[in-house]
């Protein structure tokens, strides 16, 4: 039976967002797993006006990196587990607290980002790990002098936990993408580190087309062995995940 301690600590104001990010990735499926990851990823973030960014961001600019507190708004768990499968354990559990996966019994995020710049009431931000439409609850400016941690120790993640995919643009994709470095730079950053979940890695048939969408691009690609093959780069119809032509694992 909780105490009556506990009780009272249960008992916190809703939490509200101070604003929403805009961000390069429009889906879960191929967001980074963690944060800097695709160095060349993009994010910018409008503070309300509520909160008066004039006063409220001050000082902030001054700093190149941002905590970014964020609730993970897209969760479709319904119950709390308290193990979890991540994805470069191969299939091993461990304790939901020991990760950080986003199926939490609180779906907070808590995200580190290169800050660009701040304009006005926005924040310009790279190295971003956030879908496009993350409620932002919170920003804390990075303290390398406290935040750095001096010999740490990654625990039970492994020294090759993200092996990387060579990518491979094909023809019809590099003329889809001529003059655009950034563009390719941005898409090889997202597959170089295999967007798929475990499941669909091993199951999947190899070589099988799948498609995401990046910035205002559907990228679609496929996985034989080790290479990611860019098949092309199409205009993005409004997306709008009901209409997917192509799903991991169907």
């Known amino acids: 039976m909780a105490t009556q301690k506990e009780k009272t600590a249960e008992g916190f104001p809703q ?3 101070i604003g929403v990010l805009e961000s390069c990735f429009k889906e879960k499926f191929g967001t980074p797993r963690q944060p800097h990851l695709v160095p060349g990823s993009t994010a910018r973030l409008r503070v309300y006006p509520r909160y008066n960014p004039e006063h409220s961001l001050a ?18 768990n319904k119950t709390f587990h308290p193990k979890i499968h991540p994805p470069r354990l191969k299939g091993g559990k461990i304790g939901v607290f020991a990760s950080r996966s986003p199926h939490r019994p609180n779906p907070l995020g808590l995200s580190l980002a290169r800050l660009e710049k701040v304009e006005g009431d926005t ?35 492994p020294d090759n936990a993200f092996p990387e995919l060579a990518v491979v643009l094909s023809p019809r994709a590099l003329k889809d993408t001529e003059g655009d470095a950034p563009l390719r730079a941005l898409i090889a950053g997202a597959l170089r580190h295999d967007p798929r979940n475990r499941r669909d890695a091993t199951q999947m048939k190899e070589g099988a087309e799948l498609e995401f969408f990046l910035c205002d691009r559907e990228v679609h690609f496929s996985v034989a062995g080790e290479t990611a093959t ?21």
């Open 15 to 17: 939490l509200q967002a």
């Open 59 to 76: 000082g902030l600019g001054e700093f190149s990196h941002v905590w970014l507190i964020s609730w993970f708004h897209l969760n479709t």
């Open 123 to 157: 924040l310009y931000l790279s190295g971003i790990d956030l879908i496009h439409g993350t409620p932002i609850l919170d920003i804390k400016p990075y303290l390398a002098f406290s935040d750095a941690a001096q010999a740490p120790v990654d625990g039970w993640v």
């Open 230 to 250: 860019v098949s092309r780069v199409a205009a993005a119809v409004k997306f709008d995940k009901k209409f997917r032509r192509k799903k991991p694992g169907a």
